[in-house]
């Protein structure tokens, strides 16, 4: 039954993606705040302390840090600044603030709500020249970097020291530790490692003002009073810029094995995993669902690129599981799952598997999972709402957008004139979030006005939340009241405007 895994290859398909988007400003109701304009004295003042190849003024380098990785969102920024040192970030702040001039910072752009791309002409303050780790201590896995270090490059180099980084997802070779603190990410193995509210143990900050919120604490317990660095985990840029973070790193597990299995219906997707809960306990690191349209957008996305990769599974299950452990005996961990295996199937839950047998296996099964969210947008665009649910009603979500959007006849991967290709879900069902993707081939209004606000009012009905891990940016900022209610977002604003009076920080987005 449980056939070795084939290898499958997902990479390679970023190239061929075109700059397509209008501006940012062009495409929705925004009007520019009331900032001040840089002008040539501004400049002047930044070269006084950078270095000229950290400043740039070229229409090309900008066009990079303009638009998202999605390519939806396009700012107009002029200028592009890449500080070195925190106190270059603080001088940076400073002059900005004084001259209310509005910015945004950077980390590797991969965010998905339109946070990290300026809406109009804000200044783009990059972090990927802070990238420097500082220390580790080997006993406790306390590690110390700077914002700007990517997260492979950190979990690589605790690898070799037998650590990891408590923190997976599909861009993390380009997304830096700071832009991850500041979207509070939640990733592939959350289930396991917490969120990042509990691993975070410190945080250096600049505030809007330039001064420095020296947080950057190593202690796992400290109860002097308010916990400070918790407001910027998840903020979003929105009250400074994050300079340093410290985080305790689980050891590396001697023994990980990866599952990739069949189911037929959703009610057996949740009862296995229950099972696994109880069966795996403490060696359950991620417990993953894709659907069947997911694992065909997938196949699409690599035939459209001439690559070709056979599926995990002989038969296209309309649910597929990755299921992976991480333990410190693998002949302990390997007992357990088997009788998770045996016991799964003998229940009727499970109908096909494959456990890979090597690391190159574990790899290409994680490649099916985690080249959806790119695949997804290979048909011109993709619509993603980012949602927690009660595990109930998780894929009545993406049964009730897909049977609309069928119903109007704006959905068919065969007739091109129509404007959606597919609908899929997948998601991280250990954590109850379920990741909707409605692939277009164009952003039309009609297929807008059929997608929102019914996503929202469902979510709402169900006290879901509209952003489960990607945050609010520009994308959500509107749709906010489905998850919090008035009292709450006042509190927000407040937070926001004590931190930033002159709301030079990220404006237009996060909190209105
Ligand atoms: P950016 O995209 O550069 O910025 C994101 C936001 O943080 C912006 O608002 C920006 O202003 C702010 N910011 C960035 N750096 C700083 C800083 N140093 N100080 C203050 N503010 C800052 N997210 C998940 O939660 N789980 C996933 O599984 C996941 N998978 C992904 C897979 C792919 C293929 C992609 C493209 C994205 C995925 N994401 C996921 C979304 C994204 O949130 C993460 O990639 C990541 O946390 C963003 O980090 P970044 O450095 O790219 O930040
Ligand atoms: C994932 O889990 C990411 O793959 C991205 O959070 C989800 O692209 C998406 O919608
Ligand atoms: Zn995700």
Redesign the pocket.
């Known amino acids: 039954m449980f056939r070795l895994a084939q290898r499958i290859k997902v990479s390679g398909l970023a190239s061929s993606r075109s700059v397509r988007s209008l501006f940012t400003a062009d495409k929705y109701p925004v009007k520019r705040g009331n900032y001040s304009e840089l002008n040539a004295e501004d400049i002047k003042y930044f070269e006084s302390f950078l270095n000229s190849k950290d400043l740039l003024t070229d229409k090309k380098d900008l066009d990079a840090v303009n638009v ?3 390519q939806k969102y396009r700012g107009q920024s002029k200028l592009l600044l890449k500080p070195r040192s925190v106190s270059e970030v603080s001088k940076i702040l400073k002059h900005c603030h004084d001259r209310k001039l509005a910015v ?10 339109g ?2 791309v300026p809406v109009f002409d804000e200044i783009v303050i990059s ?1 990927a020249n802070l990238n420097k780790i500082r220390k580790f201590d080997d006993v406790s896995g306390t590690l110390t970097v700077d ?2 270090v990517i ?1 492979q490059t950190a979990d690589e180099w605790l690898r070799e020291r037998g650590y990891i980084f408590p923190l997976d ?3 993390k070779g ?15 193995r959350l289930l396991r490692y917490g969120s990042l509210h509990g691993t975070v143990l410190g945080i250096e ?1 600049v505030l809007p003002n330039g001064d420095i919120f020296n947080g950057l604490s190593t202690l796992r317990k400290d109860n002097t009073g308010l916990d400070l660095k918790q407001l ?1 985990i998840g ?4 009250i ?4 340093g973070v410290s985080v305790l790193c689980p050891p590396k597990s001697n023994s990980v094995n990866v599952a990739w299995l069949g189911l037929d219906s959703y009610e057996a997707v949740q009862k296995t995993f229950k099972l696994a809960k109880n069966a795996l306990g403490e060696i359950l690191s991620s417990f993953e669902c894709v659907d069947r349209a997911s694992m065909e957008v997938v196949d699409a996305a690599l035939k459209k690129h001439d690559m070709e990769a056979q599926q995990p599974l002989e038969s296209m299950h309309p649910y597929q599981i990755l299921i992976e452990t991480s333990g410190s005996n693998s002949e302990h961990d390997e007992q357990k799952l088997n009788a998770f295996l045996e016991n799964s199937m003998e229940n009727e839950l499970v109908v096909d598997g494959v456990v890979a047998q090597d690391e190159g296996q574990i790899q290409a099964l994680w490649q099916w999972r ?1 080249g959806i ?2 695949s997804s947008g290979k048909w011109g665009g993709v619509y993603k709402y ?1 949602v927690s649910l009660p595990l109930p009603v998780m894929w009545d979500l993406v049964k009730a957008v897909e049977n609309r959007l069928i119903e109007r006849n704006l959905q068919s991967k065969t007739d091109s004139t129509k404007p959606v290709y597919a609908t899929i879900g997948y998601g ?1 069902i250990g954590d109850g979030n379920l990741h909707l993707n409605v692939c277009v081939r164009e952003y039309t209004k009609e297929v807008e006005d059929v997608l929102e606000p019914f996503v929202f009012e469902f979510i709402a009905k169900h006290n879901g939340s509209v952003s489960a ?3 609010v ?1 520009f994308q959500k900022v509107h749709a906010l009241q489905y998850s919090k209610d008035a009292g709450a977002l006042k509190l927000i604003k407040e937070v926001k405007d004590m931190f930033d009076p002159h709301g030079i920080m ?1 404006p237009y ?2 909190i209105e």
């Open positions: 998202d990785w999605m945004v910072p950077q980390g590797g752009n991969t965010g998905l709500v946070g990290s972090l914002a700007g997260l997802l599909g861009a380009s997304c830096q530790i700071g832009g991850n603190v500041a979207t509070n990410a939640g990733g592939l900050a910027f903020s979003e840029g929105s400074g810029i994050i300079t985690e969210s790119e980012d991280h891990e990607h945050g940016g990220n987005k996060f």
